[in-house]
């Protein structure tokens, strides 16, 4: 941290200290009443205090919290200053200073597991870029590699196929047919080996898509396979290209292309139905092909790396790749977003989980920190709600008005006179002011229902199985 930085750090934390200073004096010289006649006013005070301290100045010290604590706390007593109020003045600052270092304690451990957290959440993400860095570095070298082998090997054989077809064509011997087709081979091998240089140099370097060339349209495909002799039956839209993106106008171009040579390889003079169509905003293509009893289904495990590549590239660009095979059928069905892209990439894609990951154990510690604040406040309120209906309920419902009371007289029955009395009596009755005699059992109810004030109290005692006396406790 530069020194710039720590400077203004001071500065902004000289008021907040100045503060919290002040109001832990404030508490400390409300402590006097702490241990003598207010003891609940000085905890009002110091609550107070404490949440002041908590919110505003979470950052002071301890250290100054509880030296001015003491001070104050000690110095309150100055003017009839003996042993005896100093020890006073000293427990009750302890107290105070207890009082309001727990909650600043609590707010710094949780402040401080916050801050774990987050730097756990920074590390992870500087991990995920260390590992797409390296997962990055680790392709490009695959990519070179084979670009090598491919330049090398397969290129050097395509071009040299190229030039002996451009020899062949041009042989006096050949017919005017033969020599067409000779050349239309050449200019096939020609254009393979210059897709073949363009995959190389997007192998050396990825970012170089957009030179890629653009894939043949659908209907191309299926008039290059008809010109080839495969019957091939195509339902496609009009004006395809320009209802779909372009990677996703590629895939379903490559798979009518892989579908056409996986038909033309292990299923010939098998017709081909070929059918595009949009649902919403997807762009499904099928193509199928029958399977005769001297055909296989579809590509077999050693050469089937076309349908590896579609089903990748149907991956990368949020979609999907069904194989169907039968004894009498084989198709293939791709399902595409129309404005397909591809996805993130590695790196990209730990950064979005980590992200996730960080919101979830966001709200997972919001969710907790409500549970914590909301059970503990609605279990108070069930309480006080019991509490206080319990007490509407027994005021209410120990009531005997002055009229019923006067028809219970001395000597009447116990159980004639129990049966009109109700079931509670009242809450605290005033026992020291008509205290049952020996043997006697009294109960005590209101005149009138008084939830703030009492009124006159009617007492009404028994003795073995008859009333003995009544009497009334007047209101004060």
Known sequence: MSTGSRKQRREHAQPRTAVGAIVAAGAGFSSRWLLVDQPLLALAVIAVAAVVLVLATPRVPLLIIVTCVMVSAIAVQIPGLNAENLALGTVAGLLTSLFL????????????????????????????????????????????????EMHDGLGHSLTLIAVRLGQLSLQ??????????????????????????IAVRLLRD????????????????VESARSAGISVTADVPDGLSAMLSAEAQAAVSRLVQESLTNAAKHAPGEAVDV????????????????????????????????????????AMLGGSLEVRRSPDAFAL?????????????????????IAAAESEATQRRAKATRTAIVLPAAILAAVLAVTVAYLAVATMSSVVSPLRFAQIQPGDPRAEVELSLPLLELLDPPRDEFPPGNGEHCRYYESTVSFFERGDV?????????VTRTGVVRAP
């Open 101 to 148: 270092a727990g909650p600043l304690t609590m707010a710094a451990v949780l402040r401080h597991r916050r801050d774990f957290h987050r730097r756990g959440w920074r590390l992870a993400a500087m991990e995920a870029r260390t590992r797409s860095r390296d997962i990055h570095a680790v392709l490009q070298r695959e990519r070179m590699s084979l670009a090598a």
């Open 172 to 197: 006096p011997t050949l017919t005017s047919a033969d020599r067409a087709a000779v050349s239309e081979l050449r200019e096939a091998a020609a254009e393979a080996a210059e897709e073949l240089g």
């Open 206 to 221: 990825p970012g170089a898509i957009a030179a890629a060339p653009v894939a043949p349209a659908v209907m191309e495909s």
């Open 275 to 314: 059918s595009v169509r949009l649902v919403d905003s997807t762009v499904v293509a099928e193509v199928s092909n029958g399977v005769s009893a001297h055909s296989t289904a579809g590509p077999t495990s050693s050469d089937g790396f076309g349908l590896v590549g579609l089903r990748h590239r149907a």
């Open 333 to 353: 069905t791709l399902a595409l977003p129309v404005d397909a892209k591809p996805l993130a990439t590695v790196g990209a894609a730990d950064g979005t989980y």
């Open 458 to 466: 009617h007492v009404i005692c028994f003795d073995d199985d008859v």
